[in-house]
């Protein structure tokens, strides 16, 4: 049983927790890697070692590479209430669909990598201005990954939403499998978060989890991970729903969570059945079937980015006159938030606000600071 570690491996382990860069990180893995003993109580432990020293190894090479080219090259201010990435393999259409939805004007053509910097456009949707921004290609036609990948990749992963645009009349499944793993191997996962686990490290008394919701795993299971990588004493306080994949991802792997969107375009020239395809590959994420070309699905397309992004719109009020331009604020925003939006200190000045719209039971009800907004409110703070 990994249980039955060497006790170098355990300190190995336990640096690669310690550690705080990629090299140390990797370091510490082979070191443990050397000297856990290859059986088939190990068999899982090292198999899980193996991969995360592949993925560091890679995430130190993207680094090394956005290193290299000069950083504001690559740079777009965020304007708007949101940025949100279209990116995807070399003429899926995104340079079109970033035409069809916003008031820029790219190059459109049938050539390949026409696109070599990060373009930006503004959607306006629900009197939202939202950003849109076009990466240079991940892959060629052939799914080889180019020399933007590393950037794109990279820029995608500061964006408020990912929208991966696939060409769907060519092996669209298989397109947005290459780009799945590419996102996993970087770190990132579109899964939704449905769990907090927050370990606490301690002395002695063994693993003790602590459970706020459901666990969707054998709590053995658990504490053989824990154990397999030197935790062997630790509060485990888990909020939610987990399974062992949320585990892995807080012991083993640091993923971030993002949105994502799936846009099929094409779909005038489409075969039949690939859009099945492309959903069972897609798990969570939401699909859109587009064609930048006719049009067809463009307003679902829109729709579908400003709910992915959990906006609220709040109308401010002030001596009975209720602005036109909403106050954009992600959902479950409170009066504080906005108060600080609206100015620095008018939040701690606020006495009070009144509230209209669908977050109240009375309309013009008088509010604390700590209120939860909803979308539409109209709201006066008083001082
Ligand atoms: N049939 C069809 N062709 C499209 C559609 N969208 C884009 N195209 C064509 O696909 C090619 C690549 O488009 P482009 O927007 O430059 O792709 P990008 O490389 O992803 O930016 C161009 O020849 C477009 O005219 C669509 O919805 N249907
Ligand atoms: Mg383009």
Redesign the pocket.
Known sequence: MPANLPAEAEKALAKYQAARTIEEKIRALEEALSLIPDHKGTEKLRGRIKRRIAELRREAERKASLRAVRRDYFHVPKEGAAQVV?I????????????ALTNAK??????????TMPVPGMMLYNDVEIQLV?LP?ILTEDLEETQFTNRSIGFSKNADLIVI?L???RSPAKQLERILEIYDESGVSFRRKRCEIEIEKKDSGGIRLVVFGSLGVDVKEVEDLLRSVGIRNAVVRVRGEASIEDFEEVVIREMTHKRGLIAV?????AAPGSLEEVKNIAGEIPVVA?????G?GLEDLKRQIFNSLDLIRVYTRKAGITSDKPIILPRNSTIRDLAEIIHRDFAEKMKYARVWGASVKVQGQRVGPDHVLEDGDIVEIKI
């Open positions: 279209l995807g393999a070399a003429n899926s259409g995104k340079s079109s669909l970033l035409r790219p190059q459109v053509s049938g050539y390949p990598l026409t696109t076009e290609a645009v060409d769907g009349a375009n094409k779909i005038d020239q587009v064609s930048a070309e006719n067809a």
